[in-house]
Nanobody, 116 residues
Framework: VQLQASGGGLVQTGSSLSLSCVAS????????IGWYRQDPGKQREFVAR?????????LYSDSVKGRFTVSGDNAMNTVHLQMNNLKPEDTAVYYC?????????WGQGTLVTVSS
């Protein structure tokens, strides 16, 4: 599975931004697809994910719940992250992530910077 992320950039506090990720390869194996982020000097942390079940269930970290929305297409080939009411603490490199039964896959990071 290969993951290609896009979006990101520099925005002001309170602004919105959208990230997208396109998966290719053995996408039929994907169970979950979503996003992690990493601030320099900190551990990579989970942000949000959507599952490939019939409900397309979602999961969010407490820090983004209510502000971010993750969505994926039926084929689990793409995942979007709509980020609203951005805060300076959301500044990080955001990584697209996909999970199969065997392993996790990572895309290249895209930088999101929120200025105060």
């Amino acid at each position: 599975v290969q993951l290609q992320a896009s979006g990101g950039g520099l925005v002001q506090t309170g602004s919105s931004l959208s990230l997208s990720c396109v998966a290719s390869g053995a996408t039929f194996k994907i169970i979950h697809i979503g996003w992690y982020r990493q601030d320099p000097g900190k551990q990579r942390e989970f942000v949000a994910r959507v599952s490939g079940d019939s409900d397309r269930s979602t999961l969010y970290s407490d820090s983004v719940k209510g502000r971010f929305t993750v969505s994926g297409d039926n084929a689990m080939n793409t995942v979007h992250l709509q980020m609203n009411n951005l805060k300076p603490e959301d500044t990080a490199v955001y990584y697209c992530w996909a999970r199969t039964r065997d392993r996790a896959y990572w895309g290249q990071g895209t930088l999101v910077t929120v200025s105060s």
